[in-house]
């Protein structure tokens, strides 16, 4: 197993994807790192859609590039879409908070679970925060009061070059006590 560190500097957002396909079984790996994730009172607020089907792939690409953002979206070979699901809290903390009070973050923990385990897959991986949410439904028979947590692109890198990464500088963000 690589070192978990060196995992989180390998993982970039990939924006540009290989014409090389993704094998079904490392999606398998990527959801299922996806399921694994931790999520308050292990409520598990999520479902995964993962879209692979080489007509469909286009079609959810090209949901996500309004107003001509993210076009690179078309080189994409698959998506990993995460779903907000119903949280059932403990009854002792379900009293004080919303149901859906950690579901934000529990999706959010998700998401990096699926990037990472792409990464260590060799996959590159982009989360894309915009899409036609509506059109995504409709294309996939998805409910469309969903809430969505993350749409996420995938495919084999175009370019493996690792980034140095823009990131706040630790003696600014971290304190020790
Ligand atoms: C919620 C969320 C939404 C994002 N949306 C986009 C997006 O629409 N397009 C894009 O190119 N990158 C998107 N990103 C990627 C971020 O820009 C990227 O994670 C950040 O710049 C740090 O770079 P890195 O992932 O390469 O380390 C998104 C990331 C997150 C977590």
Request: charged share 20%; hydrophobic share 40%.
């Amino acid at each position: 197993m690589s070192d978990f560190l060196d995992l989180c500097k390998k993982r970039q957002s990939c924006r540009g994807f290989s014409e090389q396909a993704v094998e079904h079984d490392k999606l398998v790996q990527c959801v299922e790192a996806g399921r694994l994730t931790h999520s308050g009172c292990n409520a598990q607020p999520w479902s995964f859609v993962v879209v692979e089907s080489e007509d469909m792939v286009s079609q959810i690409a090209l949901c996500g590039q309004q107003l001509k953002q993210n076009v690179w979206l078309g080189t994409a070979k698959a998506f990993i879409i995460i779903l907000e699901e119903h949280a059932v809290l403990s009854p002792i903390i379900s009293c004080f908070l919303d149901s859906q009070y950690y579901a934000k973050g529990d999706l959010g923990a998700a998401a990096a679970y699926v990037c990472l385990e792409a990464a260590s897959q060799g996959l590159g991986s982009c989360i894309t925060g915009l899409y036609d949410r509506k059109k995504i439904c409709e294309l996939l028979n998805i409910p469309v009061e969903k809430q969505f947590g993350s749409v996420i692109a995938l495919g084999y890198s175009a370019n493996d070059t690792i980034r140095s990464k823009k990131r706040k500088a630790f003696e600014d963000i971290v304190r020790f006590v």
